[in-house]
């Protein structure tokens, strides 16, 4: 009997440390709380890095510098931190020293998770010499290795080996972190062939993209319908939310007749049937890039990068299309609707498995204006977020919102 009580005492006495280390490392109300939408600058600056790396043309084994100030890092981790964990976090370089915080709520528990890592320039890259975790602060020591052994365990440890294969170094330099790589495409394939699209690997991928190749025909709803079909049945005994990620994945391959995610990367794939939604394949291919983008990295990424392609078009392009920016809208909300939970999910495999009928998730759109100059653009609605713009805006978003499979 006595071992019994001993026994009780020591569950009793682990139990209590237990609860009092989550008191500690966790707080009652987040240190940050901040908006992660991504703004037309940021697209922008994201292009002009992408065209200064000119990473299309670099060759196996060259050398490229890749310089982030800290508006570019402390947008960068907020966004990636809201997307992963939905918390906030923020950035910043200061005597030599790289700071990065961020609030993570704990699901189900009315508590938040609120860190605080402290890293200087090491022999080649940065080290960790502080971190707070909650009430808790660990000393440089064991601040690494505490930072190395998450990083080692977590879901995406596959993908930041592959990318640490290509990094040289990385340097505090004023207010800019100087990061140089060498580019090695084996490296790079290892990351695409990973779990690069928040678990949807390759091998799921390709369930779809099989069934999706015995359909013929180019009509896009009906393409959706098999998609949701499948996902609705492999749903039985997997992650509806994974499920609807890689359907999405593969209709926007589909219609862009770009393989997305692959072994090789982006590669062309057989297009010659056009696709279309609604009588058109640009609005098709509006809709599923846009959905696959909010499937993947948020409805605001996806809204801005329709946005921008407009804002390009009138500057010289087709001009200014509202009903492309409707498309756009509709497919955001559509990939943000179909990942947002394990019930929106189901929800959505419910009304759309073998449907046929665009108007249950694509509103009317030929009655939007188009092919609006820059001028004329400016004239009848005084540019993006005048009051004109936003009401064309927000009946375009009525009308989304009032088919069936937006609302809850």
């Known amino acids: 009997m006595r071992w019994l009580v001993l026994l009780l005492l020591s569950l009793l006495s682990l139990g209590m440390l237990l609860a009092a280390t989550f008191w500690l490392v966790t707080d ?122 998450g990083l080692a365990r977590s879901p995406y440890s596959e993908d930041l080996a592959a990318a640490r294969a290509l ?27 990973g779990e690069v699209t928040q678990g949807v690997d390759d091998a799921i991928l390709k369930v779809y993209r099989d069934r999706l190749a015995t359909l013929r025909g180019g009509d896009f709803p009906i393409f959706l319908g098999e998609m949701f079909a499948l996902a609705a049945e492999r749903s039985k005994i997997s992650d509806p939310v994974l499920e609807n990620r890689a359907a999405l994945t593969v209709l926007a391959e589909k219609t862009l007749g770009s393989r997305l995610l692959s072994r090789q990367g982006m590669t062309r794939t057989d297009r010659r049937t056009p696709i279309k939604l609604a009588g058109r394949n640009d609005f098709a291919q509006h809709f599923a890039l846009s959905a696959f983008l909010a499937a993947t990295g948020g409805e605001n990424l996806s809204e801005m990068v329709g946005l921008y392609k407009e804002l390009k078009d009138a500057q010289g392009g087709s001009g200014f299309s509202f009903n492309d920016m409707a498309a756009n809208r509709a497919g955001s909300r559509f990939g943000e609707t179909a990942t947002h939970s394990r019930a929106a999910a189901l929800r959505m495999q419910q009304h759309l498995a073998g449907t046929r ?46 088919l069936g499979v937006y609302q809850s």
């Open 357 to 402: 009928d665009a108007g249950l998730f694509f509103p009317r759109v030929d009655d939007l204006p188009e092919f609006l100059n820059q001028a004329e653009f400016q004239r009848r609605y005084g540019g993006v977020d005048q009051p004109a713009y936003r009401k064309m805006l927000d009946y375009i978003d009525q009308r989304i919102a009032a």
């Open 167 to 193: 990094l040289d170094s990385a340097m505090i330099s004023g207010q800019t972190l100087a990061l140089r790589f060498t580019w090695r495409g084996a490296a790079l394939k290892r990351m695409l062939a």
């Open 28 to 149: 009652a109300q987040p240190l940050l709380s901040r908006d992660a939408r991504i703004s037309m600058p940021d697209l922008e600056r994201g292009q002009r890095i992408v065209k200064t790396l000119g990473l299309r043309r670099m060759r196996e084994g060259e050398v490229r510098q890749l310089v982030l100030t800290e508006t570019d890092l402390d947008t960068g981790v907020n966004y990636l931190v809201h997307r992963l964990a939905q918390g906030s976090a923020d950035a910043r370089i200061a005597l030599s020293r790289l700071v990065v915080r961020a609030s993570v709520p704990v699901p189900g528990l009315g508590r938040y998770l609120n860190l605080e890592l402290i890293m200087t320039p090491g022999e080649r890259l940065l080290k960790p010499v502080g971190l707070r975790v909650g009430k808790l602060r660990l000393p440089a020591v064991a601040s690494g290795k505490l930072v190395y052994w």
